[in-house]
């Protein structure tokens, strides 16, 4: 993300809520790397989750100093929507 997008920021948090559209949410960590607001620690598992691949339009809206609105678009611009189930799996052990 640009370092422009900090001008909304007294002090940018260290971690994120990326909610989307039915109601789903994930945390993330972000530092301030080379001059830009980097997603770090928890983005590899959302992009996996949700199926994000090279080409796809990844959009984010602030709503609460410390929440973005994530909508995803794949590559012929289509809304791409996941179900919640996935992101308890992302993270459940098989014994």
Known sequence: MPLNFTKH?????????????????WKVTVKVMNGRVTVDQGWATYAAVHQIKIGYMVTFKLLTPDTLKVIIFDKDGIEVVNKCWKHDEAFTTKE
């Open 9 to 25: 920021f007294f002090m940018v948090p260290t971690e994120f809520k990326l909610s989307n559209n039915i109601g789903c949410s």
